[in-house]
Nanobody, 128 residues
Framework: QVQLVETGGGSVQPGGSLRLSCAAS????????TAWFRQAPGKEREVVAG???????????SYHDSVKGRFTVSQDKAKNVLYLEMSSLKPEDTAMYYC??????????????????WGQGTPVTVSS
């Protein structure tokens, strides 16, 4: 049974930082597309950042334009954990953040419909 468990959410002031973690069990994040999505109240779920590592062949990351230069997505293969480092946080980053994983290997475009497994979410609130 695949489980994705997010931790690290919380409340911070504008300009602050948080690191979200997504621990995977029953699933190997290596060579799979994994991503962070968020959903603010009254808004649609949107992809924040995604990563697809292809072993020795490198990989790629993708970021929403609104978080480029502020957020960094990474994987720790040894720990089987996906991270999202968030800095220079803004009130508009306030949302529930979800990690997601794709069942099958191969190319992905980091759209929600491609992902088979989802965590329960962790809340991020940015407010003064």
């Amino acid at each position: 049974q695949v489980q994705l468990v997010e931790t690290g959410g919380g409340s911070v002031q504008p300009g602050g930082s948080l690191r979200l973690s997504c621990a995977a069990s029953g699933y190997n994040i290596s060579n799979r597309c994994t991503a962070w999505f968020r959903q603010a109240p009254g808004k649609e779920r949107e992809v924040v950042a995604g990563v697809y590592l292809m072993g020795q062949f490198g990989g790629r990351t993708s970021y929403h334009d609104s978080v480029k230069g502020r957020f960094t997505v990474s994987q720790d293969k040894a720990k089987n954990v996906l991270y999202l480092e968030m800095s220079s946080l803004k009130p508009e980053d306030t949302a529930m953040y979800y990690c997601a994983a794709r069942k099958f290997a191969g190319y992905c475009a980091f759209v929600a419909s491609e992902f088979n497994y989802w965590g329960q979410g962790t809340p991020v609130t940015v407010s003064s």
